[in-house]
């Protein structure tokens, strides 16, 4: 089965400051990944998905950005981060084969 | 057409209680419908999931009940229990190929409350 790691597990920025959050997975080659945000007390906001080295697609314009070095490495990166950016990270993936999507356990950015 | 509609946003059972747990679709092309569970802090677990093959899907405690022709699933907890006290988010699909994404619409999201 699929195990997904994300870190740091929690994080407080500055304004104003970059950020780079780092998800790996392992038990899976070639998934499908996904970056959500998720507000607080809110819904999940799929922001990035990627369905190959390189490939990223952005669903809602924003100040950040995706990248996906290696097959099971997806980074979020801003260069400047603003207080909206605050939130709950959460990556996801949908393995090969598979429907199923699973999601790892977040990492907690404040932004100040 | 791409939403989904969660209902209600919350829900307070006692302990025994049947807490349910509406969605609603439009979109006829959905055809997988999972549901995740989430604890405050931790990432959404995938709890259960269905396809419209069939009206009912059991799994321990939880059972989806499906309806194709109204475009609605829903989410029953049986015998529930303080440790079900969560977030819960139904979620649909359209048979998308790997290089289309395979993404997921999500509800809004219902938070469960179970009293001892």
């Known amino acids: 089965s699929q195990t997904i790691h994300q870190w740091p597990a929690t994080l407080v920025q500055p304004v104003g400051s970059p950020l780079s959050l780092e998800c790996t997975v392992e038990?899976?080659?070639?998934?499908?990944l996904y970056w959500y945000r998720q507000a607080a007390g809110r819904g999940l906001q799929l922001l990035f998905y990627?369905?190959?080295?390189?490939?990223i697609s952005s669903e809602v314009p924003q100040n950040l950005s995706a990248s996906r070095p290696q097959d099971r490495q997806f980074i979020l990166s801003s260069k400047k981060l603003l207080l909206s950016d605050s939130g709950f990270y959460l990556c996801?993936?949908?393995?090969?084969?598979?429907?199923?999507?699973?999601f790892g356990p977040g990492t907690r950015l404040t932004v100040t | 057409q791409q939403q989904v509609k969660q209902s209600p946003q919350s829900l307070i059972v006692q302990k025994g209680g049947i807490p349910i747990i509406n969605c609603a679709y439009e979109?006829?092309?959905?055809?997988?419908f999972p549901w995740y569970q989430q604890f405050p802090g931790k990432g959404p677990a995938l709890l259960i999931a269905?396809?419209?093959?069939?009206s009912e899907k059991k799994e321990g405690r939880f059972t989806i009940s499906f309806n194709k022709s109204a475009k609605q699933f829903s989410l029953h907890i049986m015998d529930s229990q303080p440790g079900d006290s969560a977030t819960y988010f139904c979620?649909?699909?359209?048979?998308?190929?790997?290089?289309?994404?395979?993404?997921?619409?999500f509800g809004g999201g219902t938070r469960v409350l179970v009293k001892p």
């Open positions: 979109n006829t092309a959905f055809d997988y």
């Open positions: 996801a993936c949908r393995g090969t084969p598979g429907i199923e999507q699973y």
């Open positions: 269905i396809r419209p093959d069939v």
């Open positions: 038990g899976t080659s070639n998934p499908n």
């Open positions: 990627s369905v190959g080295i390189g490939q």
């Open positions: 979620a649909a699909s359209t048979p998308q190929s790997k290089a289309a994404g395979n993404k997921l619409t």
